[in-house]
């Protein structure tokens, strides 16, 4: 192990412009992420990097109406989920937002329903009217129809049964006392996630609405929060200044390796279940050192592989869990002390990258 940070070090010290990416990590391991990147002068940048930029610029333009899971699960009367990814990413999330046993007071006297626009098919919790709205019709689409549907605009289809659902959907939107829009900001474009948001102006005039996105995998959230606190600004931030610098296109970890900005690449993956896989071009063309708790394929002759713990599974593990939409400590499924933590191994890399530096 000692050779193999040294070996990771002397790449790293080298470097101009290394990009920290990947940060399938836990809140220890993000720390030590950020400090590496501020000794090196780099960048940090999440696997999921992509959707939290794009959740992120739509706050930032238009502000947003978060509600939390568990107040959704239990108080939301219309809940609509949006696109393919939700019920991909988590087979299980209508049983979860539609628990069997009573939860809190909900306000109004509706009874609950879903509503599926472009999720494709699903079976609905045991006794929960669920009205599926698919078709040929793209999820943009979908998603403008309903926001004239809501609003009780003119539209024309030629589906009229598709129109049925979509004004009938609506009618409920405009009758509910609590409707969330439940979707990934991975999935929906930007314009998308626009008009979901002023379909919750228009509904907050009388009634109550919000929206839930779904945490970004690979501990996302919690990562992007460990940034913020750090340093003030969220992933897609570079060091290499005197005071870090966001900027959600120019320090995307696939541009900055295709354009050949950056010149070495620290990729951690190294989270229970998930996994952050590849960038664009694997490891190939650019010095890399690799911290994983799985099985690496296609690294480089010259690169350096890491072998670590992984979190939640190998060791304790503070992340972001989207159940109390905050962070919490996973205990441990078969602690292993023989593999080492991603801010153990990244903290003795920097340490060492000081004495290379100093020598």
């Not at 990416?21 to 960048?43: P, R, W």
Request: with cysteine.
């Amino acid at each position: 192990m000692d050779s193999t940070l040294e070996r990771a070090a002397a790449l790293l010290a080298r470097a101009r412009l290394p990009v920290i990416g990947g940060l399938f990590t836990d809140i220890d391991g993000a720390s030590a992420a950020l400090a590496l990147a501020e000794k090196l002068g780099g960048v940090v940048d999440h696997a999921a990097g992509e959707g939290l930029a794009c959740a992120a610029r739509v706050m930032r333009e238009t502000g947003a109406t978060p509600a939390s899971f568990g107040e959704v699960r239990n108080r939301a009367d219309t809940i609509v989920i949006i696109g393919k990814n939700p019920l991909q990413r988590d087979p299980d999330l209508l049983s979860k937002l539609f628990p069997g046993k009573p939860g809190l007071p909900r306000p109004g006297k509706n009874n609950r329903e879903a509503v599926l626009l472009g999720a494709g098919k699903a079976t609905a919790p045991k006794g929960v009217p669920l009205t599926s709205i698919n078709g040929k019709t793209s999820v943009p689409e979908l998603v403008a129809l309903l926001a004239a549907a809501t609003r009780e605009g003119l539209f024309e289809m030629r589906d009229k049964a598709q129109r049925k659902k979509l004004d009938a959907a609506g009618k409920r939107l405009r009758e509910s006392a609590f409707a969330v829009f439940v979707y990934d900001p991975a999935e929906l474009e930007e314009p998308v996630m626009h008009t979901v948001l002023e379909m919750v102006r228009h509904l907050v005039k009388t009634t109550r609405a919000a929206t839930m996105s779904l945490a970004a995998p690979g501990n996302g959230d919690g990562v992007n929060l460990c940034a913020t606190w750090t340093c003030a600004l969220p992933v897609r931030t570079s060091f290499a200044r005197k005071v870090p610098e966001n900027n959600m296109w120019a320090y995307d970890t696939d541009r900055l390796l295709a354009s050949d900005e950056a010149d070495a690449l620290v990729w951690i993956d190294a989270l229970d279940g998930e996994t952050a896989g590849r960038p664009k071009g694997a490891f190939r063309g650019i010095p890399a050192v690799i911290v994983s708790s799985k099985p690496v394929r296609g690294a480089g002759r010259d690169d350096v592989v890491i072998e670590v713990g992984a979190a939640g599974a190998d060791h304790d593990a503070a992340l972001f869990l989207p159940p109390i939409a905050g962070i919490g400590v996973v205990k441990a499924k078969r602690a292993n002390k023989n593999k080492p933590t991603v801010a153990e191994v990244l903290t003795r890399i920097s340490k060492l990258i000081g004495k290379t530096r100093a020598a």
